[in-house]
């Protein structure tokens, strides 16, 4: 006796719904994952910034706690910045006066401030954030300090996050620039 075997899958007409809805749902979700990459640029370069002015308050705290010593002294828990008479760092090479007077100086805040810092370059002005293959660029502009993220751009016309470290102060503030 022969018994018959009834064959089960899927029609065409239920193949081509569920592709459909498929499609459907990569259409609404994929514009949320295109956006992740800024986002984690975003997020990389605010923590960043705010880490920065965490270990500016933490060198402001230190020079009080050494008493306050005079301005062009190191600081040594700091890889030996010197201080401003505001009890603010400037750079690790002595100088007159007490605020950076060269790019590197700020490159030499950063990497002390920062400690396990990410890559960072100098460079004389703005002009040459453009074709930068570091996380950050340090700029100095008259006394203070402008990091410019060139980790996610460093393409000439292209805005990018920076922010500024006013060596009197000890004030951080985030802008944006266009790279010429």
Request: a negative charge; charged letters at 10%; aromatic letters at 10%.
């Amino acid at each position: 006796m022969q018994t018959s075997r009834k064959q089960q899958g899927f029609t065409i007409v239920e193949l081509v719904v569920v592709i459909i809805l498929l499609g459907i749902l990569a259409a609404t979700a994929l514009p949320r994952f295109i956006d992740v990459d800024d986002d984690a640029h975003t997020a990389a370069f605010e923590g960043i910034m705010g880490g920065f002015q965490t270990g500016i308050a933490l060198y402001h705290a230190q020079w009080i706690a050494d008493g306050q010593v005079s301005a062009g002294s190191q600081v040594p828990e700091f890889n030996n910045l010197r201080v401003t008479a505001q009890g603010y760092p400037y750079s690790n090479t002595s100088q007159t006066g007490d605020v950076p007077t060269v790019s590197q100086d700020c490159e030499d805040v950063f990497v002390g401030v920062l400690q396990s810092a990410p890559t960072v370059s100098d460079a004389a002005a703005a002009a040459g954030v453009v074709g930068s293959a570091t996380d950050f660029t340090a700029v100095r502009n008259g006394a203070n300090c402008e990091f410019y993220y060139s980790g996610q751009s460093s393409e000439s016309g292209a805005t990018i996050p920076l922010f500024t470290y006013f060596s009197a102060t000890g004030v951080v503030t985030r802008s944006t620039a266009v790279l010429p």
